[in-house]
Each structure stands twice: as structure tokens, then as C-alpha cells.
């Protein structure tokens, strides 16, 4: 298995353009989570799915950022209008179940994004 | 409010010797407690998972505890390498919700 799959790796943009991340988690997996890593706030857990459907958005900063999964191999988050602070690394992960779950998350590689 | 805290914040050994990592957590309902390994540069990887009857688990070199009287949990590093320098971060499951550590930043030098 391939493992996570995030791209682009690097994205570079400047302030007000949209930025898409894309994910493709391990097959057979069916919780897919959004997290965002800065050196000021650590990681932080963006959004996650549960057999494609949103669970808890609680943690997307504002209505900026949005995030799709309209099938189980494909999810993505979206920026519209980028803003500096959103630089960050965007990781995506995958496990066979919810977060309170015993099962363990697989983590892609990360997309590291800069807004300009 | 649910709250990980991780100590020292960074720490420098030399190869061969033994470390611990703390992480202290206010949190509830409890689920479960994770450490990760993050290399720079790449995504976390899990190291251990307990739940609240769990008391000790290995993975190779690294041994995770857990007291959930005291809402406690440390890293033990055996015989280190210096492959073994990356953040560890503990992340506590409450409920549905992930609470995450700071990180501890461990330097392992020749």
C-alpha cells in the first residue's frame, strides 16, 4: 500500500487566491482527518470524516476553509481567499475508525503551503 | 478545560543514553492516549496507544506508561540512536475530540 497521498507537496500563493489540498487515504480506510501544523500552535485537528460524511468541523479556523470527501479515496480542503497566516503544513490522515477509537492514524506527508 | 501538557519542551542527549518525556493531561472524558514520532520535515507516526486500563506498552526502544489516577503518561527512549531525533507529540482522545501536546523536541547527538 502506497499510504497516505497528499498533493501538491509544496504550494506557494499569494494572499487571496484559492488554494486546494487533496488526499487520497490508504484503501479501506473509512476516517479520513484534516490537520494543520504551525510552530506557534502545534497540530491541530481541522475537520474529520466518517464514511465520507463530516463529523466535527469544530476545528476549521473560519468559513474560509472548506473540506469535502465525495467518495472514500478522495478528500479535499479548500482556502478561499488565502490569507498569510493560513502558512502552515497541512497534514491528512486516515485510520479505520473515529478518534476515539483504539485504531491507529496514518498520516500522509504533508502538504507545506505559503501564502504570499 | 481539556488541556496536554508536554515537558521539557526540547532536550539534548548523547547517543547510547536513556531519556523520558513527559505529558500531563486534564482531560474528559478519557479515551485514549497517543504518542507520535515526527520526524522533520515528514508526518507523525505512531508510536503507542493505551486506554485508561493500560498501564504499559512497548514499541522496540521506546516504552510508554500511563496513570490515569494522576493523569499522567512518559516516554521512555532506551540506548538511544540518532535516528531517535524528532518531536514526540501526546495526543489525548476525549470523546470525539483530539487534544494535543506542544511536542518535545529531542536532539540525539554522537
Known amino acids: 500500500d502506497a499510504g497516505v497521498i497528499q498533493s501538491p507537496r509544496h504550494e506557494v500563493t499569494e494572499m487571496g487566491q484559492e488554494v486546494t489540498l487533496r488526499c487520497k487515504p490508504i484503501?479501506?480506510?473509512?476516517?479520513l482527518f484534516w490537520y494543520r501544523q504551525t510552530m506557534m500552535r502545534g497540530l491541530e485537528l481541522l475537520i474529520y470524516f466518517n464514511n465520507n460524511v463530516p463529523i466535527d468541523d469544530s476545528g476549521m479556523p473560519e468559513d474560509r476553509f472548506s473540506a469535502k470527501m465525495p467518495n472514500a479515496s478522495f478528500s479535499t480542503l479548500k482556502i478561499q481567499p488565502s490569507e498569510p497566516r493560513d502558512s502552515a503544513v497541512y497534514f491528512c490522515?486516515?485510520?479505520?475508525?473515529?478518534?476515539?477509537?483504539?485504531?491507529?492514524?496514518?498520516f500522509g506527508p504533508g502538504t507545506r503551503l505559503t501564502v504570499l | 478545560k481539556n488541556q496536554v501538557e508536554q515537558s521539557p519542551q526540547s532536550l539534548i542527549i548523547l547517543e547510547g543514553k536513556n531519556c523520558t518525556l513527559q505529558?500531563?493531561?486534564?482531560?474528559?472524558?478519557?479515551?485514549?492516549l497517543r504518542w507520535y514520532k515526527q520526524d522533520t520535515g515528514r508526518g507523525p507516526v505512531s508510536l503507542t496507544i493505551m486506554t485508561f486500563s493500560e498501564n504499559t506498552k512497548s514499541n522496540r526502544r521506546y516504552t510508554a506508561t500511563l496513570d490515569a489516577d494522576t493523569k499522567q503518561s512518559s516516554l521512555h527512549i532506551t540506548a538511544s540512536q540518532l535516528s531517535d531525533s524528532a518531536s514526540y507529540i501526546c495526543?489525548?482522545?476525549?470523546?470525539?475530540?483530539?487534544?494535543f501536546g506542544q511536542g518535545t523536541t529531542l536532539q540525539v547527538k554522537p
Open positions: 484503501s479501506g480506510h473509512n476516517s
Open positions: 490522515a486516515s485510520s479505520h475508525s473515529g478518534t476515539g477509537s483504539y485504531n491507529e492514524q496514518f
Open positions: 505529558c500531563n493531561y486534564t482531560v474528559s472524558p478519557f479515551s485514549n
Open positions: 495526543v489525548v482522545s476525549a470523546g470525539s475530540k483530539l487534544i
